[in-house]
């Protein structure tokens, strides 16, 4: 490969892993820093309380931190009391990711409007509303909003330039295992990754076999070296955003991502 990418690497912290044993792992497994998603054991209503302990512990290790908001609950929710409070939410994550000194937020620009009450252009201002309000009040924050390709809807990788020329303070988290199954090969993802070089900010490496699995790299069917072809030269922080407890699971997508970019 032609100069390739050079990625600051990290993993995902969340499904009841152990935040001290994990910022000691990362250190331990020269991982740059580690990605907490605020859900379930992470929620941040669970978590804000010990900001300080959990970033004196990053801070002891040299390791960095990234934040991903939840998922689970729609920033284009159709009614808008319930929209301001995913809002609200979101923006005391934000303020949780200073805490913790992040510098990057992600977030999908999803919407959980019924498709059968409302049209595709009312569900996108219904995304539009959220983001009006999301990707300022990360910029106001120092935080770059790192916004994700999602699996389904109109901003999937296909419909997403349209939010970039929408949100030129946005930046853009490449999910490579939502791209695939929105029906992006391989070759397609370099292709986009090539054209939207200057407005990724973020990966998340994510392999699959079928559905979206969250495997290591190497352990499912995308053939990454294809896509690392779209990311010649380019430098940032890449996720691997694996659903494991298994500590020896995650060094190994490591290896793997560190063979391939050499």
Not at 31 to 40: C, S
Not at 132 to 138: C, F, G, Q, R, S
Not at 156 to 169: I, K, S
Not at 247 to 259: F, Q, S
Request: aromatic share 10%; hydrophobic share 40%; with cysteine.
């Amino acid at each position: 490969m032609d100069s390739p990418p050079t990625l600051s690497v990290g993993y995902t912290v969340g499904l009841g892993l152990d935040f001290e044993t994990s910022v000691a792992f990362a250190a331990r497994e020269g991982f740059a820093f580690v990605e907490i998603l605020l859900d379930g054991p992470y929620a941040r209503h669970r978590i804000e309380s010990h900001a300080d302990a959990m970033r004196e512990t990053l801070e002891a290790h040299g390791v960095d931190c990234a934040v991903h908001l939840p998922f689970a609950v729609a920033v284009g929710s159709p009614f808008e009391s319930v929209r301001e409070g995913v809002v609200r939410e979101f923006v005391a994550g934000m303020d949780l990711a200073v805490d913790l000194g992040a510098d990057r937020v992600v977030f999908h620009p999803d919407s959980d409007a019924w498709e059968r009450g409302w049209t595709e252009a009312e569900t996108r201002e219904f995304v539009h509303a959220g983001l009006d309000e999301l990707v300022p009040a990360a910029r106001e924050r120092g935080l770059t909003p790192c916004v994700e390709n999602i699996v389904n809807g109109y901003y999937d990788v296909h419909g997403f330039p349209d939010l970039l020329e929408r949100y030129p303070e946005m930046a853009m988290t490449f999910d490579t295992s939502h791209a695939l199954l929105a029906g992006m090969d391989e070759a397609e993802m370099a292709a986009f990754c090539r054209e939207w070089t200057d407005r990724i900010a973020h990966l998340h490496l994510v392999d699959t076999r079928s559905g979206d699995e969250h495997l290591p790299v190497g352990m499912g069917r995308i053939d990454f070296a294809t896509v690392f072809e779209g990311l010649a030269g380019w430098k940032g922080t890449a996720t691997l955003e694996v659903g494991t407890h298994d500590y020896d699971t995650i060094a190994l997508g490591k290896r793997h991502v560190d063979e391939l970019v050499g």
